[in-house]
């Protein structure tokens, strides 16, 4: 069974840092192309990042430059480092897994980020 986590969201003043994590359990994130995905209020679900079984990383335009995606294997735990967040950063904040083998996704909880003075 597939279990997601997330963590490190907050209250943060525009031009602040994050760093969310999404600990997974269940499965072997190297295995898996694992993303972070943001929702805010009224608005659809967006890609913000991805990385794949390889290493190699993906960007929305929005957090290209800004927000970076890794991973440690030994930890089995992805992270989203969010640097220069502004105001329309502010959302919940989705990990998902998405195996190799299959086109079935696996969601976490979500963390909360919010950007404002």
């Known amino acids: 069974q597939v279990q997601l986590v997330e963590s490190g969201g907050g209250l943060v003043q525009p031009g602040g840092s994050l760093r969310l994590s999404c600990a997974a359990s269940?499965?072997?994130?190297?295995?898996?192309?694992m993303a972070w995905y943001r929702q805010a209020p009224g608005k659809e679900r967006e890609l913000v990042a991805v990385?794949?079984?390889?290493?190699?990383?993906s960007y929305a335009d929005s957090a290209k430059g800004r927000f970076t995606i890794s991973r440690d294997v030994s930890k089995n735990t992805i992270f989203l480092q969010m640097n220069s967040l502004k105001p329309e950063d502010t959302a919940v904040y989705l990990c998902?897994?998405?195996?190799?083998?299959?086109?079935?996704?696996?969601w976490g909880q979500g963390t909360q980020v919010t950007v404002s003075s």
């Open positions: 269940g499965i072997t994130i190297s295995n898996y192309h």
């Open positions: 998902k897994a998405r195996s190799t083998q299959s086109p079935v996704d696996s």
């Open positions: 990385i794949n079984p390889s290493g190699s990383t």
